[in-house]
């Protein structure tokens, strides 16, 4: 069990050089890492994240195409979109009276990464 002595910094010289530096990598950083916890706060969401990547892999769908792919109700795949688009992170192109939804480009770039750790099921299928 660890006791609060050990959490104590025991530092003896501070690198004010590396400190001045860090801060300066962060406030150069802030807009980028702001999107990325932006993006990875709605990810967090087990069915959001699967709406995002089928959207990283098919370009656009429609919310009936998720709710036919997920097996999940057009109100309740809607009600993912919505929070999606409020953020920002999905953009949409009406076709009639479909709504197609789309990942924004910057959020593609920050997202696709991501799914480049999936593995499929007979991936990992050992023989």
Do not use: W
């Amino acid at each position: 069990m660890q006791t609060t002595d050990d959490l104590k910094c025991i530092r003896t010289l501070a690198n004010p050089i590396q400190i001045q530096m860090c801060k300066g990598k962060l406030d150069e950083a802030s807009r980028s890492l702001e999107r990325l916890a932006q993006v990875l706060s709605l990810a967090g969401n087990e069915v959001r994240l699967k709406i995002l990547y089928l959207l990283e892999e098919e370009g656009e769908l429609c919310p009936c195409d998720l709710s036919d792919i997920l097996g999940m109700s057009v109100p309740a795949v809607s009600q993912h979109l919505r929070k999606l688009k409020d953020a920002s992170v999905v953009q949409i192109r009406k076709d009639g009276q479909t709504i197609f939804y789309s990942l924004k480009k910057e959020h593609l770039e920050i997202i696709r990464p991501l799914f480049g750790h999936i593995s499929f099921q007979s991936e990992s299928t050992v023989v």
